[in-house]
């Protein structure tokens, strides 16, 4: 089925809005309709307070001795559901005739947008910012940013903002009212479910493996054929061993793209067949001009893509190359465990959190026009000081709530375009809660995914993780530079940078040269 405008997409609001071919809609209050598409999936159930609730997307159970998530739901006699979907992974979100609540990063996001018409004060809700912006009879908002540029600053929107004036983002510690007159539209959730700290380090190991094993065999049961793309990093090769452990049988892929490294062109098909795994290499076809067009229109240029992203892969038909039916594994979520932004923002005590923010991801330089980025990091910051304290350490809180829900959203957002359902195992309260017990020495090193690999399929570890390659191209490093250089405001000063590279480079090219003709005389 050919890709096209709003699929998988969900509205909310006081009339249908029928956004495409076969859409769907129902009435879930006097005032409140909900419309989607009828490839998203969609259930229903009832608690036993009597709330119908719609779940949207996919949600799996990760805690091996709770029940699936509508059976779950259906035993719900409270008014505080973290309880209850705490540990649901996948991507998804749940909503009754009052509110809307994400998954746990957020990942199925949810735009919302006040608009008056006559004398009402209408809420619409959406998984799509491009959908807000066009609702029948309403007026269009403006935009208040620029187009992003990929690899520089924040190369996202950041929540609660959007690109678009009037138009918020829900946060995954926000629940969304969808009442007429409440004081507030959002209300805080906790970031994480509660959880007593595991004995030992071991313990946590096998609480982790355990949930992951879980999602996988659920997944599993769904019967849909199952899909890795595979890479020479970690992410990608935990879910691998998870899989092996767990006896699913899936099919690996890797996505070529320009200036593709040496191990993640090598190395995938090696890993499959150590476990004996099929493993294909999807190459791009031609360039289509009106695919990346629909890819930016569905988005609303929310998300931006490089040289090796699913922007490019979309419109060079790479995703569409895995056959229909299939359920991809998707390898995200996993460094909310490894210290993101730990790396980048070292103290963790900051007297002035927008400014840091501001200046680490060069807002003066890359945001200088974009409201929306000035907005919504000051918004961002002012709502996490409203509700700490949190056991969450604000780096981490920033991945979750940047970079997952920020950045993964929207490129999660993009892919709905593809036939594909798409799962982040990682992505639920429960495996981030027990991943954040562990002391930062190991979670910074990323030790605790190497035990989980040696505990699952130890064979797996005898290969490197993300090599570097030895004598990178010329023609790769001269393309890189120059993708640099188009996309730079101050070309002039990063040209300087890039000579001064150059020549650091050559020297060291050259060094290599007469050390390697020194080698072969001896």
């Known amino acids: 089925m050919e890709p096209r405008l709003h699929r998988r997409q969900f509205i909310l609001g006081p009339e249908p809005f029928l956004a495409g071919e076969g859409w769907i809609s129902e009435q879930l209050g006097p005032s409140l309709h909900l419309s989607r598409c009828p490839e998203l999936p969609a259930s229903s159930v009832t608690d036993k307070r009597g709330v119908t609730w719609r779940l949207l997307g996919l949600a799996l159970q990760s805690d091996s001795d709770a029940p699936g998530p509508l059976e779950q739901l259906a035993d719900n006699e409270k008014s505080d559901l973290l309880e209850t979907y705490g540990s649901w992974c996948g991507r998804w979100i749940l909503s009754s005739d009052s509110e809307i609540h994400l998954d746990a990063g957020g990942t199925l996001g949810c735009f919302y947008r006040t608009i008056h018409h006559g004398r009402a004060a209408e809420l619409w809700a959406s998984s799509s910012p491009a959908l807000l912006a066009v609702v029948p009879g309403r007026s269009s908002p403006s935009r208040i940013a620029p187009s992003l540029t990929f690899g520089k600053g924040m190369e996202w929107y950041p929540p609660p903002m959007s690109r678009f004036a009037g138009i918020h983002r829900l946060l995954p510690t926000q629940i969304l009212s969808l009442r007429s007159a409440v004081p507030q539209r959002v209300r805080p959730r906790p970031p994480l479910v509660e959880l007593p700290t595991p004995a030992n380090y071991e313990t946590a190991l ?146 002035d959190l927008f400014e840091l923010i501001a200046a680490r991801f060069n807002f003066t330089e890359f945001h200088a026009n974009s409201f929306a980025h000035v907005a919504g990091i000051a918004a961002w910051v002012e709502w996490i000081a409203r509700t700490a304290p949190t056991a969450l350490d604000w780096r981490d809180r920033l991945y979750l709530e940047q970079r997952i829900a920020g950045w993964l959203s929207s490129t999660e957002h993009a892919l709905d375009l593809t036939p594909y359902e798409r799962a982040y195992i990682a992505n639920s309260h429960l495996y981030m809660a027990t991943v954040l017990t562990l002391p930062e020495s190991i979670r910074r090193s990323g030790q605790h995914h190497v035990d989980l690999i040696r505990g699952m399929a130890p064979q797996l570890l005898r290969f490197p993780f993300n090599p570097s390659d030895d004598r990178p191209s010329l023609s790769r490093w001269l393309r890189h530079e120059w993708h640099e250089f188009a996309s730079r405001p101050q070309k002039r000063r990063y040209a300087e940078d890039a000579a001064r590279r150059g020549a650091r480079r050559t020297r060291r090219a050259l060094a290599r040269l007469r050390k390697d003709r020194r080698g072969a005389t001896v």
């Open 206 to 351: 096998m609480m982790l493996q355990r949930n992951l094993v879980t999602s996988l065999e659920n997944i599993a049961g769904r019967g849909e054929p199952i899909w890795l793309p595979l890479t020479a990093g970690v992410d990608s090769r935990l879910i691998l061993a998870g899989a092996a452990h767990a006896g699913v049988t899936i099919s690996t892929f890797t996505q070529h793209y320009p200036s593709m490294t040496d191990g993640d062109q090598s190395l995938p098909p090696l890993l499959a067949r150590e476990l004996g795994y099929e493993h294909r290499l999807l190459r791009p076809g031609r360039l289509s001009r009106s695919r990346r067009a629909l890819f930016d229109a569905h988005t609303a240029g929310h998300c931006v893509d490089g040289n090796r992203g699913d922007r490019r892969f979309f419109a060079h038909g790479q995703w569409e190359m895995i056959p229909a039916p299939a359920l991809i594994l998707r390898g995200g979520v996993f460094e909310i465990g490894r210290c993101y932004f730990h790396r980048k923002f070292p103290d963790p005590v900051v007297s």
